[in-house]
């Protein structure tokens, strides 16, 4: 029996890592994602919805009392808690500018789940690998809704 070599078995061993992953694709509809036949689950999923297309896609902060409450709980480690506190951070630390509202959302978005008082989206994430070769892989943030707005928020971000 004729042996092989052993960075064939290594090779052999490696092939899994070194497929590319599954690229995360956004659904082919996001309105409905955020439609639900519970009323409460329903109300929760807009908020979220008009903080994605009013805020983070248009950058409209000014509005951000319309969905945010006074106390918002941060736990992004790169953005202070407090309506004020996100504020900052987008309008003063990122300088987004505002833009247009478009009728319909335009992110990327994979999922969007509701449980309680908590709507958790899941998006698309565009980023590079340590050669510079693109990839996509998937962002989470977590609201609790209290009262008709976003009162407390996570999501995966590290410090920057």
């Known amino acids: 029996m004729r042996k092989l ?3 064939l078995f290594l090779l052999a061993a490696l092939v899994p890592v070194l497929r590319a992953q599954e690229p995360v694709v956004p659904a082919r509809d996001v309105e409905a994602l955020f439609k639900s036949p519970d009323p409460k689950l329903q109300a929760n999923k807009m908020v979220i919805y008009g903080v994605y297309r009013d805020l983070l896609q ?3 902060w000014e509005l951000a009392g319309k969905y945010l409450t006074d106390r918002y709980i941060q736990h992004n480690p790169n953005a202070q808690s407090g309506l004020e506190g996100v504020v ?5 630390v990122l300088k987004v500018a505002p833009k247009p ?5 335009e992110a990327p978005i994979v999922a969007v789940l509701a449980e309680g008082d908590l709507v ?3 998006s698309v994430s565009e980023r590079k690998d340590s050669t510079g070769k693109p990839y996509t892989t998937t962002w989470f943030d977590t609201w609790r809704i209290k009262d008709g707005k976003a009162d ?3 999501d995966c971000a590290t410090k920057n």
């Open 58 to 60: 248009a950058n409209h």
């Open 88 to 92: 900052k951070f987008f309008t003063e």
């Open 101 to 105: 509202i478009p009728a319909r959302l």
């Open 120 to 122: 958790t989206v899941l």
């Open 152 to 154: 407390e928020h996570w």
């Open 5 to 7: 070599p052993v960075f």
